[in-house]
């Protein structure tokens, strides 16, 4: 998994990501991935849709820490296909965000 910087570093020494060249193809597969590479993280990982017609997101919000889900992660999202990953975060905290193809 290679995080490459977006943004500048905020004042709480955190900063915003691309995320590329990660080996899963699924959302659950994304997840386990990060718990299994980085089990000393924390943080959460939000998968959305981009807007449907009616502007409105699907989304959902799965919390981790230290290599394990504090929540499922739901069944309409697991077998989804990663359209693109950002994440935000530094130190021990990492978010990550989602985005499922269409």
């Keep these: ?3 490459t910087k977006t943004g500048p570093t905020g ?13 899963a193809k699924t959302v659950v597969e994304f997840v386990n991935e990060v718990l299994e590479q980085n089990p000393n993280e924390w943080g959460y990982i939000e998968v959305k849709d981009e807007p449907a017609g009616d502007g409105f997101h699907w ?8 290599g394990q889900l ?4 739901p069944d309409t999202w ?7 990953v950002t994440a935000a975060g530094g130190w021990s905290r990492m ?7 269409k």
């Design 11 to 23: 004042g709480d020494e955190t900063a915003p990501y691309s995320v590329t060249d990660y080996r």
């Design 1 to 3: 998994m290679r995080f």
């Design 59 to 66: 989304r959902t919000r799965i919390e981790y820490r230290y």
């Design 70 to 73: 504090l929540n499922e992660i």
């Design 78 to 84: 697991q077998n989804r296909e990663i359209g693109c």
């Design 95 to 101: 978010d990550y965000l989602i985005i499922p193809k």
